[in-house]
């Protein structure tokens, strides 16, 4: 049970730690101008409801907050206003390029890549055992999604979590 707490603590990390890395690089540039990308003016929060959270997580969620300061590319929801390790948490975050995303479904090694069809224009999950890390790109918008179990409630498994992100999956990018 610790290990899992663990893993899913880490996980929580690098979410946060790749949204604040990504936080700056909101606009693109194009010669003599700046244009805002489309990730620049999503609010995380606004893509998934906490109805489709609390189905997902099998709790009544509480609504969205940015994950981190103000950062309105990454949002976590929970059933726990402290989005503690005991309680099962959404994450989704739109942090990544279409480079990275196109470059990390490609590559191999010890974490397998799982194409999924019907979720945006192209979406894979990334397993590493026991977790599923959903992947989406819709146009040039790219989001990760996360269902994180917490300790208090069995543990999903791999395949739930895996149906649970595609299902979450198709209601963030039907709101972009």
Known sequence: MFRMQASLAAAALVLVGAARRSAGAATATSPGRTVASPVASTDACSLL??????????????????????????????????????SRRVTLSMNSSVARFESVKSRGGHIAIVPLSGV?????????????????????????????????????TVEQEKAKEAELGRAAVGRL
């Not at 819709?138 to 990760?144: D, F, G, N």
């Open 49 to 86: 409801s906490a109805a489709d959270v609390s189905k997902a997580i099998e709790a009544k969620s509480l609504p969205g907050e940015p994950l981190g300061d103000s950062n309105v590319n990454s949002c976590i929801w929970s059933d726990d206003p402290n989005h503690s390790l005991d």
């Open 120 to 156: 945006g224009d192209d979406a894979y999950y990334e397993i590493v055992d026991p977790v599923a890390i959903l992947q989406v790109r819709k146009a040039s918008v790219v989001m990760t999604i996360r269902v994180l179990n917490g300790s208090k409630l069995a543990p999903f």
